[in-house]
């Protein structure tokens, strides 16, 4: 066990971990931080994608000591409510979750695009969403929304 300070959605975190714990399950059973989802566990998935310093990283893989003195972003802590990322605003308006569950690894890997390329090309978008799996197939729709994002996220 290790005293690890994280700072997770702009708040210190201490926690008392096993350095080698996934982030993930830092994130979920020490700070109950359930949005981010375990999905395969190999990160291949990207269901537990979290930002780390505003970068996609999958914190299924990902030792909490390696988070360590970085910035963690959590779908907790990307909006709140009535003041939404125009990621998330534009999640809605588009429909785009059908189960839901690889939302938040999508949502926050948009944002990340965003913040970098403010207007992606299609073939930016597929890039940057490579390997963040959705079952359910709604690509089309998670392509529109981050063109929507890129308009700031309103219908």
Not at 139 to 155: D, E, Q, S, V
Request: net charge positive; proline share 6%; glycine share 10%.
């Amino acid at each position: 066990m290790a005293r690890l300070t994280l700072q997770v959605n702009g708040q210190k975190k201490v926690v008392d971990v096993d350095p080698e714990t996934p982030l993930l399950w830092v994130l979920r059973d020490t700070l109950d931080l359930t949005g981010t989802k375990f999905g395969c566990g190999i990160a291949q998935c990207g269901a537990c994608t979290v930002l780390l310093d505003g970068e996609p990283v999958r914190s299924c893989q990902l030792a909490v000591k390696a988070a360590a003195g970085g910035a963690i972003t959590t779908i907790e802590g990307l909006g709140a409510p009535g003041c939404e990322h125009p990621v998330q605003r534009a999640w809605v308006a588009d429909e785009v979750p059908q189960c839901g569950y690889c939302q938040s690894g999508q949502i926050l890997a948009a944002a990340a695009l965003l913040r970098k390329k403010p207007h992606p090309t299609d073939a930016d978008i597929d890039e940057a969403m490579t390997g963040i799996l959705c079952r359910c197939g709604t690509y089309n729709r998670i392509r529109r929304a981050i063109h929507r994002a890129a308009k700031g996220g309103t219908p």
